[in-house]
């Protein structure tokens, strides 16, 4: 018998948020322009310290103007994607699902083009769209996977699946038809990126949005790890089914549309890093959950880095980094997990 | 035939039989209809069923396959409420009471539990707290003091740091019988237990919840379609057929051949066995023709 204790979901946590700053204060330092670590320290420190009116103008603009925000939000998309992808996960009982599997993050991209090809003057309706977008494709699958009035997993991931694709042909469709102007800005929003800063007046919606929503799939977490042994067996012990079911799809939705909306479609998070927290801590969900928000940050915030320095001065899409680096390392790790 | 006099009294709660053990359920002509939709006519009808069962009681509901064996397993332990009729777990009806508290008092073994991602038997068995706990519910010396008794008592300490799946399919239903225990409840419903178990861990399991229900005063209900099981072991015996109620009774009285022939489609004999128990004995048609 190994119960989760508070000691050890605290020294994992601790942990990893450890490793993430180490990961962001290299974030921070590595890009085309080099920054050294030590000036690095002593101006956060000054800045800390709320004397930024004495840091050097350029340091200033590259560090604390470009590349934090940029590594923050980085964070917060990374926490959102994995928990999301964890989420559904434990909801359909299927290591498959994903926030891309269910169709999610397809439905909040299309709301995002169609909301840049109607209106490309007002900028803060792109993420509005796919705020709409996701809701309405949660709503389609959410109806597609009921039967008999119960919601039903694989009808569910079915639905999702075949949503998905449905969506992705809309998106190629609009793409290749009507937008003409922009087609490289939109083919690397799709696969994922996060250099359009996210405009002022949502940072805090955004923010606000996503700890919510990954607060709310938490106070789930030990219904999470019954409803994996079975739905019927979940209900036995007490777990009230229908109302986790609701507030996890609902809050799991919600953080991919926030994600999606943000950095577009960026692939792989999901999936990846609620496998390998579980294959180096296990698969209790009040572990897993804090583990992957973290995790997920930790593999954005490298993924970015890679991006933004492999063939600098050009950038390469998050997306396509995590693509590149995900299915090698997933498949690792499955393989070891077997032995 | 429980007589329907004392049932009607045992509404109120616990009620003091001859027998001295209290009536921990009481299903009175409890009913249920499965229909595609609410205007179409139903699918499948369980028939007014009663029957009471009392601490220290194993109960069998025997039957052949789609008996409405399920359906009133769901009818006790609450996820459904019966059409008419009521079915109450010392004095309160299963079906009202909220999932936390119908967990507290009933823990339902299913006949096969998969864990998609490999858990240790011991932290399984610790599931079985959780209607006891809130939020996170990380265990406390209590909920671990718990399980380890509930594991002890179905004679599996020594499986606690293995993984499910390494199990074989007796060990692995102990343990599963083991979280039910670890829910610390007033009633214990089985369904279909010894389904996957070979013939000697089927006669382990039922000798173990006899013992359960002697030491730990549980009632029992066991749902099965194994007669011979039933004859051995169960105090009473409720005959589910096509969704009608036929018998409710001890095995004596209730293994007559020409019903249980009838019940189960099949050759049978029946004959008393030394401790007053009957004997049931598949009779192939072959032979038959031959005398």
Redesign the interface.
């Known amino acids: ?6 000691k050890r ?1 605290l020294w994992t946590c601790g942990a990893l948020t450890a490793v993430l700053l180490g990961c962001v204060v290299l974030a921070l330092k590595l890009g085309a322009v080099p920054i050294s670590v030590t000036d690095l320290v002593v101006n956060l420190g000054r800045m800390a310290m709320g004397r930024s009116n004495e840091l050097p103008s350029e340091y200033r603009l590259i560090v604390f103007d470009l590349r934090l925000p940029r590594i923050l939000l980085g964070i917060l998309v990374g926490a959102a994607l994995s928990v999301s992808g964890a989420s559904f996960q434990a909801l359909l ?1 299927n ?1 498959l699902a994903d926030p891309f599997v269910l169709g999610v993050s397809s439905g909040a991209a299309l709301g995002s083009i169609l909301a840049l090809i109607l209106a490309p003057q007002f900028a803060l309706l792109t993420p509005l769209g796919a705020f709409l977008g996701a809701g309405a494709t949660i709503a389609a699958v959410y109806y597609l996977g009921r039967r008999e009035g119960q919601l039903d997993s694989a009808t569910l991931l079915l639905g999702g699946i075949i949503t998905a694709s449905f969506l992705s042909a809309i998106i190629m469709f609009l793409m290749t038809t009507l937008a003409g102007r922009d087609l490289r800005g939109m083919v690397f929003w799709l696969m994922g990126d996060l250099s359009t800063p996210v405009p002022a007046g949502l940072r805090w919606i955004f923010t606000v949005g996503l700890l919510a929503g990954i607060g709310a799939i938490y ?1 789930t ?2 219904d999470l ?2 409803l ?3 739905e ?2 979940a ?7 229908t109302r986790v079911k609701l507030v996890v799809y609902v809050s799991a939705s919600l953080l991919t549309a926030l994600a999606v909306s943000v950095s577009g479609a960026i692939g792989y998070v999901g999936l990846l890093v609620p496998h390998a927290v ?1 294959l180096l801590f296990g ?2 969900y ?1 572990l897993l959950i804090p583990a992957s928000a973290l995790g997920g940050a930790i593999v954005i915030v490298v993924a970015d880095m890679l991006a933004r320095t492999v063939v600098a001065p050009t950038e390469l899409p998050v997306g396509a980094m995590t693509a590149i680096a995900g299915a090698p390392v997933f498949i690792y790790l499955l393989r070891r997990g077997m032995r | 035939m429980n007589t329907p006099e004392t049932s009607m009294e045992a509404a109120g709660g616990r009620e003091e039989l001859p027998k001295g053990a209290a009536v921990r359920l009481n299903v009175e002509q409890a009913s249920y209809a499965y229909a595609a939709s609410a205007q179409s006519a139903p699918t499948f009808t369980l028939g007014a069923t009663s029957f009471q069962a009392r601490e220290r009681e194993l109960i069998a509901i025997l039957g052949p396959n789609a008996s409405g064996k399920s359906t009133l397993l769901q009818l006790i332990a609450g996820t459904i409420a019966p059409l008419s009729g009521r079915v109450e777990l010392e004095g309160q009806e299963t079906s009202r009471l909220d999932a936390r508290t119908r967990a507290q008092r009933i823990a339902v073994v299913h006949q096969e539990s998969s864990a998609v991602y490999p858990a240790l038997a011991g932290d399984f068995v610790l599931q079985g707290r959780h209607p006891y706990g809130r939020a996170l519910r990380l265990a406390s010396k209590e909920d671990i003091e718990i399980a380890r008794h509930a594991l002890a008592q179905v004679g599996a300490e020594h499986l606690a740091g293995r993984t499910i799946r390494e199990l074989s399919g007796g060990e692995k239903q102990r343990i599963i019988l083991a979280r039910a225990l670890a829910q610390q409840p007033r009633l214990l419903l089985l369904d279909e237990p010894t389904l996957h178990l070979d013939i000697g861990a089927q006669v382990e399991l039922l000798e173990r919840l006899r013992e359960l229900a002697e030491e730990a005063k549980y009632a029992v209900v066991v749902v099965t379609h194994e007669l011979a099981l039933v004859a051995e072991f169960a105090d009473h015996v409720v005959l589910l057929h096509h969704g009608t109620c036929l018998r409710v009774g001890p095995p004596s009285a209730v293994y007559q051949r020409e019903l249980l022939e009838q019940v189960f489609e099949a050759p049978l004999d029946v004959e008393l066995g030394p401790a007053g128990r009957p004997r049931v004995n598949l009779r192939a048609r072959r032979s038959e023709d031959a005398t």
Do not use: K, Q, W, Y
Not at chain 1, 1 to 6: E, F, H, I, Q
Not at chain 1, 235 to 241: A, N, T
């Open positions: 018998m190994r119960p989760l204790t508070m979901l009982r290591p106070t977490a030990a790890n019954l994996l042994t079975g019927r067996e209900i036995h012990l007490g777990v009230d089914v579980r698969s209790d009040r």
